[in-house]
């Protein structure tokens, strides 16, 4: 498949690395661009090479929100009927492997909200998270309101929706919303290294374990862990955890199966 607003290519033949790529509207996220970033992952998660996917944009911007410009004139009959967003942010939430966002630049509104979709953020030390929704009349519309709370607390999440200053990676990082920063040079390979490193394990537990750290945001204490304690129990199952506890033991490096 040829695509217009976004590249994609590998690395190392394992991981899959997508790229915004609307430079002259600072990545601004539109339906088209949605389509093709939704089918590049699926295409991706179902590509047995692959085993880790990185979503980057520019040194500018990560993704400065929807795109305003193609918002500007809809109306309520419209959005409501047409389900304005289900149709094509919700696939990043179906890919099973890992995904990675490395944002530098702007992460704002729906770009804020898509990194935040990812299964962790590593920040280049110029990004610049925010949920400016509020100075346009309306308020975020792809989960702001729901995991920006859970990633920094309500005080902060309350900060910024409701005022929609930007926060910069470094106060990303002490809430935690971002896992680590990093000069802004060092970006694409510090998340190649991260990614790299995931790709190094059996598939089945990298699954498993994300699965089951998402459960912690989508249901009560108990059942998360009791949704843990059943994959962990069914990983027994698996050859990697044979091959992994024995190369332990036997003190050599495994080689996981995937199976
Ligand atoms: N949509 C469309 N175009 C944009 C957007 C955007 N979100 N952001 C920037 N652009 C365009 C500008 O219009 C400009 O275009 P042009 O050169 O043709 O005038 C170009 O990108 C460069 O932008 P600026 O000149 O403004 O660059 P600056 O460096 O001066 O400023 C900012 C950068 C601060 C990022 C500024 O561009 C800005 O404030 N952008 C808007 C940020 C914003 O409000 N984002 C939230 C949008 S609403 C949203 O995301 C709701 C999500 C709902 C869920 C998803 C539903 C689909």
């Not at 804020?112 to 030390?125: G, K, Q, R, S, Y």
């Not at 929704?133 to 309350?158: D, F």
Request: glycine residues 8%; aromatic residues 6%; charged residues 25%.
């Amino acid at each position: 498949m040829t695509y217009e607003h976004i590249l994609v290519r590998t690395e190392a033949e394992r991981v899959g690395v997508i790229t915004l790529n609307r430079p002259k509207a600072l990545n601004a996220l539109n339906s088209a661009l949605m389509d093709e970033l939704g089918a590049a992952l699926k295409a991706f998660d179902a590509d047995p090479a692959i085993g880790c996917i990185v979503l980057t944009g520019s040194e500018k911007a990560f993704a400065a929100g929807a795109d305003i410009a193609a918002m500007a004139k809809f109306e309520f009959h419209e959005v409501y009927r047409d389900d304005f967003i289900t149709r094509n942010w919700e696939t990043i939430r179906s890919i099973r492997k890992p995904v990675i966002a490395a944002v530098a630049g702007f992460a704002l509104g729906g770009g804020c909200e898509l990194a935040m979709m990812c299964d962790f953020i590593i920040a280049a030390d110029n990004a610049k998270f925010g949920q400016p929704e509020i100075k346009i009349g309306i308020i975020p519309g792809a989960g702001g309101t729901q995991r920006l709370p859970r990633a920094v607390g309500k005080s902060k999440a309350m900060d910024l929706v409701l005022t929609g200053r930007m926060m910069d990676a470094q106060e990303a990082e002490r809430a935690g919303l971002v896992s680590r920063v990093v000069p802004a040079e060092k970006l694409m390979d510090e998340a190649l290294a991260a990614a790299l490193t995931i790709c190094g394990y059996g598939q089945l537990a990298v699954m498993a374990a994300k699965e089951a750290v998402n459960r912690a945001f989508e249901g009560g204490l108990s059942d998360g862990v009791m949704f843990e304690r059943r994959l962990f129990h069914a990983l027994f199952a698996t050859a990697d955890q044979k091959e992994g506890m024995d190369a332990f033991l036997t003190k050599r490096a495994p080689n996981f199966r995937n199976a």
